[in-house]
């Protein structure tokens, strides 16, 4: 859990971190509303505490812009003054839960850890009633692709632990997922990508931990291992697992038993285990920062997918799937691809890969005026406005059939460059919206400004 706390209390606001750090909860400690407001825009948090009395932008103003803006983290206010005026603005506003100071900080911690629950819950809820595409489908014919799906109906009937590659958004979950479904194995396919967990939750998040094992574990939880017994386990982006929790993972993999946090037996667990990354391992174990016994543990079968921009066909049969998929849930049941949209897509790198797709044509559909989808409806970024779609440039073989303003053809680099910086230019320099609406993670797109030179 990452928090952000607004105080303007030095004194205060130290302590309430250090008690949440104590809890395990990552935390980011401002002095005021406008830092806190700058903060919120750049990075993306599960809660926020908030003081409802501060100097300039003040706790009510502040969550009133936390709405206005669509953020749905959940706000817990709190005040020295115990206005009750106060408590029925903030509860008007949207806030999850109102304390006042002095409080007790385990109330705190209470509070927080339900409306995050709370929150997550709420976005699962959201989540089944948004269009939806067929999770356990891969479509495309391209020879990678007929190789990826081969692979995989080799592997699934067995026991063999599975390493899933690629760039983000090409479809990892979804071969995990295909794996699964094809392997007979009656239980859960539980999913955790391990780049989004803080370092210090993931042992009792894959493991699970004891009742009185911290401050604050009233009652055991099971970990992910075992919710996934008899059934599949995918640790997403494992490249990014640190090092003292590869020794634990690779025990786990060996014995076939985990131990909850302050528990002192192993507990059995027969879990399928199938890993992604979009990472060189091989690098990583290379340099250290991987180790090698776990490479080799988890790399039993390998299965490559491909970005789209090295299968430009695929790209034009996954627009058509997820048109046909997600049009009824929109009330778009006649919609089709224009031929200028089919030249747009054909040529587009995707940077997000099959996710950037899949929410540029759900986009496309939104935004469309009539039953045909052109290019100008997808918004993919430089490239895709500006000349007729119908008129393709003529370019060099392995070059991108799009143009820049002074007529130069742009490579695929090129051209996913500006398509990351105009991104960031429509959403105001936010990176989490800009990692959105491109289908990449937050994680990916600073490995991107990186190499650029524009990270901070």
């Known amino acids: 859990m990452r928090v952000l706390v607004a105080d303007d209390e030095p004194n205060l606001l130290s302590s309430i971190g250090a008690f949440l750090k104590a809890e395990s909860i990552e935390s980011e400690l401002v002095p005021d509303g406008s830092a806190a407001r700058a903060r919120l825009s750049d990075e993306p948090f599960d809660?926020?505490?908030?003081?409802?009395?501060?100097?300039?932008?003040?706790?009510?103003?502040?969550?009133?812009?936390?709405?206005?803006e669509g953020m749905t983290?959940?706000?817990?206010?709190?005040?020295?003054?115990?206005?009750v005026r106060d408590?029925?603005?903030?509860?008007?506003?949207?806030?999850?839960?109102?304390?006042?100071?002095?409080?007790?900080?385990?109330?705190?911690?209470?509070?927080?850890?339900?409306?995050?629950?709370?929150?997550?819950?709420?976005?699962d809820r959201e989540a089944s009633r948004r269009p939806s595409v067929d999770r356990t489908r891969m479509v495309g014919d391209s020879p990678a692709i007929k190789e990826a799906l081969r692979l995989i109906d080799r592997a699934a009937p067995t026991p063999a632990t599975v390493l899933i590659t690629g760039e983000s958004g090409t479809g990892k979950e979804v071969a995990a997922r295909l794996i699964h479904e094809r392997s007979g194995r009656q239980g859960a396919f539980v999913?955790?990508?391990?780049?989004?967990?803080?370092?210090?939750?993931?042992?009792?998040e894959l493991f699970g931990y004891e009742k009185g094992a911290f401050t604050g574990a009233a009652e055991r939880?099971?970990?992910?291992?075992?919710?996934?017994?008899?059934?599949?386990?995918?640790?997403?982006?494992?490249?990014?697992?640190?090092?003292?929790?590869?020794?634990?993972?690779?025990?786990?993999?060996?014995?076939?038993?985990?131990?909850?946090?302050?528990?002192?037996?192993g507990v059995p667990v027969d879990a399928?285990?199938?890993?992604?990354?979009?990472?060189?391992?091989?690098?990583?174990?290379?340099?250290?920062?991987?180790?090698?016994?776990?490479?080799?543990?988890?790399n039993v079968v390998r299965i490559r997918l491909p970005p789209l921009r090295e299968r430009p066909d695929d790209a034009i049969a996954l627009a058509g799937y997820f048109v046909e998929t997600l049009a009824p849930s929109l009330g778009r049941r006649n919609a089709r691809l224009a031929p200028s949209a089919l030249r747009l897509i054909a040529g587009y790198p995707f940077p997000g890969n099959v996710r950037e797709l899949s929410n540029a044509v759900e986009r496309a559909l939104i935004l469309s005026e009539g039953d045909e989808l052109q290019a100008d409806d997808f918004q993919l970024g430089p490239g895709s406005h500006g000349r007729r779609a119908e008129e393709p440039e003529r370019t060099e073989p392995g070059r991108s059939p799009f143009v820049s303003d002074e007529g130069e053809a742009l490579t695929i680099a090129e051209l996913e460059k500006r398509a990351i910086l105009e991104a960031l230019r429509r959403n105001g320099g936010k990176r989490e919206a800009s990692a959105l609406e491109l289908?990449?993670?937050?994680?990916?797109?600073?490995?991107?400004?990186?190499?650029?030179g524009y990270a901070d």
Request: charged share 30%; net charge positive; glycine share 8%.
């Open 221 to 265: 939880k099971t970990g992910l291992f075992e919710l996934a017994d008899g059934g599949t386990l995918f640790l997403d982006e494992i490249g990014e697992m640190p090092a003292h929790m590869q020794v634990k993972i690779l025990r786990a993999l060996q014995e076939r038993k985990v131990t909850r946090l302050g528990g002192t037996k």
């Open 47 to 68: 809660a926020a505490v908030l003081d409802i009395r501060m100097p300039g932008v003040d706790g009510i103003s502040l969550l009133r812009w936390i709405k206005d």
């Open 87 to 123: 408590a029925v603005e903030a509860m008007r506003l949207g806030a999850f839960d109102y304390l006042v100071k002095p409080f007790d900080p385990d109330e705190l911690v209470i509070r927080l850890r339900k409306a995050v629950r709370d929150r997550r819950l709420s976005a």
């Open 272 to 298: 399928r285990i199938l890993a992604a990354t979009n990472r060189d391992l091989e690098a990583m174990v290379a340099s250290g920062s991987f180790r090698e016994d776990l490479y080799y543990r988890i």
């Open 439 to 452: 289908g990449i993670t937050r994680r990916t797109l600073f490995n991107k400004l990186n190499e650029y």
């Open 191 to 204: 999913a955790v990508n391990l780049g989004a967990i803080p370092e210090n939750l993931l042992e009792s």
């Open 73 to 83: 983290l959940p706000v817990v206010m709190m005040s020295a003054h115990g206005d």
